[in-house]
């Protein structure tokens, strides 16, 4: 099966607008593939080149791209940016120059046969093990290879897909209806494979084999997340939990992270599914030996505090972990086990996981702490462990019901979660201002965005309250992704996720998200976050729902 076909099912769904016909024709497409071609099909198709949680990484940037790109086309450099500025997306502006300049030079002479899904599957496998002295050259000339024997519009994907352009959630859920459509099976099972697997290419071929329900967990495949519905006081927790229990927890600032261990072997996934392993050398030690998934939050942690979020970033941005794993020591709560033993957990409910966590773990294990709980019944109680955990240098309370299943992948309100302020957004950079006065030439304030449906609306602006360095490293990192310059202003590709605190959000006709904040202001960088991870509209909504109902009470 060729790539060629993809793309042009790609491209033909991106000129549709409606959704329906989208997943039919996606489906139409699949159906026609069985095996290795399938998973390949589907896998790119969500945007994913390899296996989520495989470890396997392209390392292919944006610049080694422009690179390539250039040298393939023969444009000149300037060229190239006026035409990647101009469509704010490389994979079209590759495609174009390719038209014009007639498919580049190395194509015309080497006719090759068309790029099959396996062989460039196959390449990028190649290209992901590449590492070492010099591999950056290496890499360059593999893609460079690989985009000669393109036509343009698979140089277009293969560009998006390099650069995880395909990977909005949008994509994803067509594709996993498309699955449904095309193999006969239930919406609900697919999601509940791919959260399994984190591999759309795994779900999409056992969907067609019949295979989807015997899916089960495996160690050092990744799971996707539960998380919490942010609480406007102690009292709503109460008035949604009349009479009953709640179990309550410490919020911790730090990094969620999965950590999976088996037969020696340790492996850390984050929120986003990556292998983070290498950042936590001393949780892994503390890990080898056990049989079993966590779920749990790292934290930089010292003298029995939780030291603020900043430090275990500096600790994360450091090429070597080791560096600073003194000064910035890092300890793992686990609050929650999804498997243990050979034994999946998910469906028990979250008392008898904390039971199995609690036996696994008793007191702790090194660099490995059960995160404490506490049996909560009133607004009252809450209000007071509230204040404790604030005193004790914690963001918060987590309120979860201990009757409930470990939900993957979902929000809800099965977890809750209790913030002094209001809850914080995370939200993507799309373009940033220069500043004034001693931060004239930074770009220190940020225009950010979040999701409505596939698209990233802007919902404000936040002079940053970032340090000096980060601002320097922010300014960095803009220019690398500006797309275009407006002199006041530079407009940037996607990519930095930012946490935003505010005192309070509204409805406005301010920004075309239709949301105000009042006094945004950037509380740190989430290198830990994707666009992907960024909040939607509907959380404001939410916020802005809780803003009001704060402001009565007061
Ligand atoms: P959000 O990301 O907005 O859903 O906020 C929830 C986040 O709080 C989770 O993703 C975790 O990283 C974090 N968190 C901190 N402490 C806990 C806890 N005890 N239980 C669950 N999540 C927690």
Known sequence: MSFGELCSVLEKSASISSRLMKVALIAEYLRGLEGEDLEIAARFMSGDVYPRGSGLDAGVGHSMLMEAVAE????????????????????????????????????????????????????????ARISGEGSYQRKLSRVRGLLASCSPLEAKYLVKLLLGELRTGAVEGVVEQAIAE??????????????????????????????????GVRPFRPLGFMLAEALASPQEAAERYPGRELIAEYKYDGIRAQLHASGGEVRIFSRRLEDVTRSFPEVVESARGLDAILDGEAVAFRDGRPLPFRELQRRLRRKDP???????????????????GGRSLLDEPLRERRRALEELLGGGRGSIAVSPRWTVRSAGEIAELFRRSRAEGYEGLMLKDPESAYELGKRGWKWMKL???????????????????RRAGLLSDLIFAVWDGGELKVVGKAYSG??????????????????????????????????????????SDRHPGGYAFRFPRIKSVRLDKGPEDADTIEKLRRLAEISRARAKAK
């Open 419 to 437: 913030k002094e302020e209001l809850d914080t957004i995370d939200a993507v950079v799309v373009g940033a201002e220069y500043g004034h006065g």
């Open 182 to 215: 095309a193999f006969g099976v239930d919406l609900e099972e697919v999601k509940r494979g791919r959260l399994l697997t984190g591999d759309m290419g795994e779900v999409a071929e056992l969907a067609r084999r019949g295979e989807l329900g015997r899916l």
């Open 72 to 127: 393939v086309t023969g444009a000149p450099r300037e060229e190239l940016l006026e035409a990647y500025r101009r469509h704010g997306d490389l994979g079209e502006a590759a495609r174009e120059l390719m038209e014009a300049r007639g498919g580049g030079a190395l194509a015309t002479l080497v006719q090759a046969e068309p790029l099959s899904l396996r062989g460039l599957y196959g390449e990028l496998t190649r290209l």
């Open 466 to 507: 970032l340090t000096d360095r980060e601002i320097e490293w922010m300014t960095r990192r803009l220019k690398e992704l500006e797309v275009r310059d407006e002199g006041l202003r530079i407009l940037v590709r996607p990519e930095i996720v930012v946490e935003v605190a505010f005192d309070s959000v509204q409805e």
């Open 322 to 340: 080791r560096e600073l794993m003194e000064e910035v020591p890092v300890v793992y709560f686990a609050y929650d086990a999804l498997y243990v």
